[in-house]
C-alpha cells in the first residue's frame, strides 16, 4: 500500500472508532491508540507509523465488537489482529532505532 492509500484507511477507522463511541463507552479501550499521538491528519508521519496506528485501531475495534457481541465468537480476529501489532510495533522500533543513528 501507498502512504497516501494509508493515511486514507487510518481515517476510515478513525470514522469507524467514533461511530462505535457513539454507542458505547470506549474511552478506555482506546488508550494504545491515543498514546501513539498519531492522527490521519499527521501525513509528516511515516508510512510505519501509520501503518501501526492502523493496526492498534483495527485491534481495538474488534475488541470493542467482541466485547459488546460475546455471542460472535470471533475472538481469533482479535487474537490476529494483536500480533499485528506486535509485530509492526517491533518493525517501528527497529526503523526508529535506525533513524536516530542515520542522524547522529
Known amino acids: 500500500m501507498y502512504k497516501d492509500e494509508m493515511i486514507q484507511m487510518h481515517q476510515f477507522l478513525v470514522y469507524v472508532l467514533k461511530y462505535l463511541e457513539k454507542n458505547?463507552?470506549?474511552?478506555?479501550?482506546?488508550?494504545?491508540?491515543?498514546?501513539l499521538n498519531i492522527s490521519p491528519h499527521h501525513i509528516h508521519r511515516t508510512k510505519a507509523e501509520h501503518k501501526h496506528a492502523i493496526f492498534v485501531l483495527s485491534n481495538t475495534i474488534s475488541e470493542?465488537?467482541?466485547?459488546?457481541?460475546?455471542?460472535?465468537?470471533?475472538?481469533?480476529?482479535?487474537?490476529?489482529?494483536?500480533?499485528?501489532?506486535?509485530?509492526?510495533r517491533k518493525e517501528l522500533k527497529i526503523e526508529s532505532d535506525t533513524i536516530q543513528v542515520e542522524s547522529k
Open 24 to 35: 458505547n463507552e470506549i474511552q478506555s479501550s482506546c488508550s494504545e491508540y491515543f498514546s
Open 64 to 88: 470493542v465488537i467482541l466485547n459488546n457481541n460475546a455471542d460472535t465468537g470471533q475472538s481469533n480476529v482479535s487474537t490476529a489482529l494483536y500480533e499485528l501489532v506486535k509485530r509492526s
